[in-house]
Nanobody
Framework: QVQLVESGGGLVHAGDSLRLSCVAS????????MAWFRQPPGKEREFIAG????????YYTDSLKGRFTISRDSAKNTMYLQMNSLKPEDTALYYC????????????????WGRGTQVTVSS
């Protein structure tokens, strides 16, 4: 089973940048793709972006593409989310997830999840 731990969240001002990290451990050979999700207070979980581990192929939610960038460091077994020009509406609990299917899409059945890291953007 893949263990996921997010970090890098915090309190920032509108317009600032932040980089989130997600370290994977355990049965990582079954992790063929990973993704970032977020869940604002009182709202449903939203897909942000996914990345295929083998070649780094990415998939983004159109509304966030350009401001958010997903990447990975295979040697460190770590996935990143670079967030620029942050807005108050970006305030949410950010999760990383993993799947053995190799498909980093919004409708992929991700089986492993981290506990989340809080991002708060003030105006």
């Amino acid at each position: 089973q893949v263990q996921l731990v997010e970090s890098g969240g915090g309190l920032v001002h509108a317009g600032d940048s932040l980089r989130l990290s997600c370290v994977a451990s355990g049965r990582t050979f079954t992790k063929y793709a990973m993704a970032w999700f977020r869940q604002p207070p009182g709202k449903e979980r939203e897909f942000i972006a996914g990345i295929r581990w083998s070649d780094g192929n990415t998939y983004y939610t159109d509304s966030l593409k350009g401001r958010f960038t997903i990447s990975r460091d295979s040697a460190k077994n770590t996935m990143y989310l670079q967030m620029n020009s942050l807005k108050p509406e970006d305030t949410a609990l950010y999760y990383c997830a993993a799947t053995s299917t190799g498909r980093p899409r919004p409708d992929t059945p991700f089986g492993s999840w981290g506990r989340g890291t809080q991002v708060t953007v003030s105006s």
